[in-house]
């Protein structure tokens, strides 16, 4: 089984300043993990995906995030947020074998302040 | 736009009432998720099917029942509503089953049960 934990059910932040939205999971296997986005009224869009290699994952409109195993952690960052940010952000996690059972978290949602 | 289109965008019906939500996944997608969005559930998943049968099931209501046609698409079947089953309902589709593939969303079906 696995289960995805999102700390923050809400971050504000300024415009123009950097934003972390963390996620941690557990897995009795080895994962994929997602990062997925959702605005208003609207279906989630994948931002960026980590499945092997590099642990530095860079997805799109600025974000990026960074696998830590021994932390089970996948945490998502911007260094400069904008307006356009203001969204719902979701981290996902997938055993890497066998079919596929994607677990969501609970979501944070971003507000960007002018 | 990603390709997954569900029908219909809003339905409103009462108690101890029946819908079908539709799902056309995006071409060449053989894998369909259906995924249940509340306030304070979050993102649930459902269940999946890969070109026509049950690959995995979730927190699925022995009132609601899937399938999934010959061309791909698929219905969800709600049955014997109650209130707490208002929710945002999610399809997505991928090409495969394996967990590497990013799962691309519907845009959702509100439904509202009074």
């Known amino acids: 089984a696995q289960s995805v934990t999102q700390l923050d059910s809400q971050v504000p932040v300024f415009e123009e300043a950097p934003v972390e939205l963390r996620c941690n999971y557990s897995?009795?296997?080895?994962?994929?993990l997602f990062w997925y986005v959702q605005y208003p009224n609207q279906g989630l869009q994948l931002l960026l995906k980590?499945?092997?290699?590099?642990?530095l994952v860079k997805g799109i409109n600025g974000f990026e995030a960074e696998f830590n195993k021994s932390q089970t952690s996948f945490h998502l960052r911007k260094p400069s947020v904008h307006i356009s940010d203001t969204a719902e952000y979701f981290c996902?996690?997938?055993?890497?074998?066998?079919?596929?059972?994607?677990?969501f978290g609970i979501g944070t949602k971003l507000q960007v302040i002018p | 736009d990603s390709g997954v289109t569900q029908t219909p965008k809003h339905l409103i019906t009462a108690t101890g009432q029946r819908v079908t939500l539709r799902c056309s996944p995006r071409?060449?997608?053989?894998?369909v998720y259906w995924y249940q969005q509340s306030l304070d559930q979050g993102l649930q998943f459902l269940i999946q099917?890969?070109?026509?049968?049950?690959?995995a099931k979730g927190n699925i209501l022995e009132r609601f029942s899937a399938q999934q046609f010959p061309d791909l698409h698929s219905e969800l079947n709600l049955s014997s509503l109650e209130l707490g089953d208002s929710a945002l309902y999610f399809c997505?589709?991928?090409?495969?089953?394996?967990?590497?593939?990013?799962?691309?969303f519907g845009n959702g079906t509100r439904l509202t049960v009074t």
């Open positions: 997505a589709s991928s090409p495969q089953t394996g967990g590497n593939s990013p799962l691309h």
């Open positions: 099917y890969y070109n026509g049968e049950e690959r």
């Open positions: 996902a996690v997938s055993p890497s074998g066998g079919y596929q059972k994607v677990t």
């Open positions: 071409s060449g997608d053989l894998s």
């Open positions: 897995s009795s296997v080895s994962v994929y």
């Open positions: 980590y499945l092997s290699g590099s642990t």
